[in-house]
């Protein structure tokens, strides 16, 4: 009898904080540009999450990090990713809310240290790395099974299986596990939709075929505009032109234009299916009665992806063959972060911009449809979902002295929608390897790309980030410059690498890129994804190992017009014996060029020995090198 006393009592007592505390479900989309939400501007139809953004608030300077995995990590650990040091300095948010009561999964991708058991869920489904084919289940280049449950090795998938469908089903079934148990939930929804391979059902695409024929540059216009006037942002902000790396519409074949519009759609297709099953959640909460008691967040984990996929191959990606490996272009990139620049894996804006939804119907203070402009940083969710559990932060993790989080609880501005814009967060670090670098304090913002020099720029005035100020006000840069260093150095464990000194000159965006084919690329000039270059302008390429063209015959470098692949201006074959062999510079004399034209550069494999180790191919896809004249 006293027993069942005891178990009364606790059921009782459980169940009473359950009532309590809200439950939790967090959904994180993958490489979704900031404009491409209805809600925020875009012409992909996501009424289900655009319902979600009338009935809760949105975040118009939300940031998250330049990468997915770095992302994750302050997500789940309330720090940067260096900060952590692979979770070393930190406590999984998983293990904390486990502890307060909180019934945890994880849906879909990790993409962290270890398993998610390991972090505190109680239940994983999904995959550990970085992306998967959609289709299959199986690694994005095919190759073998990634999909699990907890802790059982990866297996194959059922016929008719489709990554964010099951991920939505297995969340539903986590959710209805909580509710059974008397518990609150802490759902972590980690679709992969719209990573690549850009996988959707064919019903889904071809509704947007058509919509995509005006192209990236006259579609941007369009979101830019709806932006304005929905208020998501104001005449501070500025659409910007185009850089070196995207073609310009108008100069494509009429052929290319029709297959970049399909490639587009499957990005919208995937979209759809994602806002589909956002909606489906959604419905499960209200059917459940979970409504009212359930704070619902949803983000991206980057900005969108600058794109890839190998120009020869375009035409032959299909989204719905489980055998194709689909991609869009940097054209619908541009698209897809409008109205800033840049992509994925650059502390700029269009790297680290993202929407942010916040659905918890009585709880907000800003009326629902509201656009609220404070700055926040990923990691001010940890300390939200914290002071919502009831539980404090250790400053221990058994004799493992744990870092001080780097955010702060979102909680003060949804009870107050009048905050100042820095009263949450002010300063905002970023590091991903050598390609994006930035820090944001109070007005002022620093970023560099591929380790080029620090742009400096007034957010307030100039939120777009279009005007470089290094040059007007070095004693700002410099200060910002040492914050920086100082952060890098005092407060993480990253790698030597990622905090090397800053170059002197600019290569531009896919230098990255040009580097996983070409280890020992430098430089070049033009400088990759230069604009306004002369007409008469040599190609020079700079290596920092040996050049050698032993075993090279047959394989060639070339030079083309945008609108114009078949057929090269230029190309050449160089042979063993060539001056620049045993040399790290070799400069090529171009014809004269066209102004206003894009230009891009294939090569063979091999058409280079580097260092006694062979160059992969430029294919102006994945690893592209382009610039554009000047009039």
């Not at 505009?225 to 005449?235: A, H, T, V, Y």
């Not at 032109?241 to 073609?247: A, D, Q, S």
């Not at 489980?322 to 650059?346: A, E, Q, V």
């Not at 494999?605 to 592209?624: F, I, Q, R, S």
Request: proline share 7%.
């Amino acid at each position: 009898m006293k027993r069942i006393f005891v178990w009364l009592f606790c059921s009782i007592f459980l169940n009473a904080k359950a009532a309590e505390r809200p439950n939790i479900l967090m959904i994180v989309v993958d490489d979704m540009g900031w404009s491409d939400l209805g809600c925020y501007g875009g012409e992909i139809d996501t009424p289900c999450i655009d319902r979600m953004a009338d009935q809760g608030v949105r975040f118009s300077q939300y940031h998250v990090n330049p990468m997915c995995v770095v992302t994750r990590t302050s997500l789940m650990t309330g720090h940067t990713h260096s900060q952590s040091d692979n979770y070393r300095r930190s406590l999984p948010i998983a293990r904390l809310m486990q502890q307060a009561g909180y019934a945890t999964s994880i849906s879909g991708k990790w993409h962290q240290p270890g398993n998610p058991l390991d972090a505190g869920f109680d239940a994983f489904y999904g995959f550990l790395h970085g992306a998967i084919n959609c289709w299959t289940g199986f690694d994005a280049g095919n190759g073998s099974p990634q999909i699990q449950t907890n802790r059982k090795a990866p297996a194959p998938v059922p016929e008719g299986w489709y990554s964010t469908d099951a991920f939505t089903d297995d969340a539903i079934v986590q959710i209805n596990k909580a509710v059974e148990q008397g518990k609150p939930f802490f759902t972590y929804l980690a679709f992969n939709a719209p990573h690549s391979p850009l996988h959707a059902y064919q019903k889904d695409v071809e509704k947007y075929v058509e919509r995509y024929e005006a192209g990236w540059e006259v579609l941007r216009n369009k979101r830019f505009d709806r932006q304005r006037k929905m208020g998501l942002i104001d005449e501070r902000y500025i659409n910007t032109p185009p850089n070196g790396e995207v073609r310009r519409w108008n100069e494509l074949t009429k052929e290319t234009q029709k297959l970049e519009a399909r490639r587009m759609a499957a990005h919208a297709g995937m979209m759809d299916r994602l806002d589909w099953n956002v909606g489906r959640i959604l419905d499960h909460l209200r059917e459940k009665g979970l409504d009212e008691n359930t704070l619902v967040i949803f983000f991206s984990d980057n900005g969108g992806a600058y794109g890839n996929g190998d120009i020869r191959t375009y035409d032959r990606q299909v989204p719905w063959d489980k055998n194709s490996i689909p991609y869009s272009s940097n054209g619908w990139s541009y698209l897809k972060n409008t109205p800033f620049r840049w992509y994925k894996s650059s502390a700029e804006e269009g790297g680290v911009s993202s929407p942010l939804i916040v659905r918890w119907p009585g709880k907000l203070a800003a009326p629902p449809g509201s656009i609220q402009k404070q700055r926040l940083h990923v990691t001010d969710l940890y300390p939200t979902f914290l002071e919502l559990a009831g539980i404090d932060y250790p400053a221990m993790d058994g004799d493992r002295k744990l870092e001080p989080l780097y955010g702060n609880s979102m909680l003060p501005l949804w009870n107050d929608s009048s905050l100042p814009s820095y009263a949450i967060h002010d300063e905002i670090f970023w590091a991903f390897n050598f390609t994006g670098k930035g820090l944001v304090s109070g007005d002022w913002k620093i970023s560099s790309i591929s380790d080029g020099p620090w742009r400096l720029y007034n957010v307030q005035k100039d939120p777009c980030t279009t005007h470089d100020l290094a040059s007007e006000m070095p004693e700002k840069l410099q200060e910002l410059s040492d914050r920086w260093f100082a952060f890098a150095n005092e407060h993480t464990k990253m790698a030597p690498g990622w905090k090397q000194p800053l170059k002197d000159y600019q290569e531009g965006w896919g230098f990255h890129r040009i580097r996983m084919v070409m280890s020992a690329y430098e430089s070049a000039v033009p400088h990759m994804a230069q604009t306004d270059v002369s007409c008469d302008t040599d190609l020079t390429l700079n290596f920092s190992k040996p050049i050698s063209f032993a075993g090279s015959a047959g394989k060639s470098i070339r030079l083309y017009a945008v609108g114009k692949e078949d057929t090269p201006i230029w190309q050449t074959d160089p042979q063993p014996g060539h001056p620049a062999e045993g040399q790290t510079t070799i400069t090529f004399d171009l014809p004269k060029l066209k102004p206003e034209t894009t230009y891009f550069v294939l090569t063979d494999p091999g058409w280079v020995t580097l260092g006694g180790k062979l160059a992969g191919p430029l294919n102006d896809g994945a690893y592209w090198y382009r610039f554009r004249t000047g009039k």
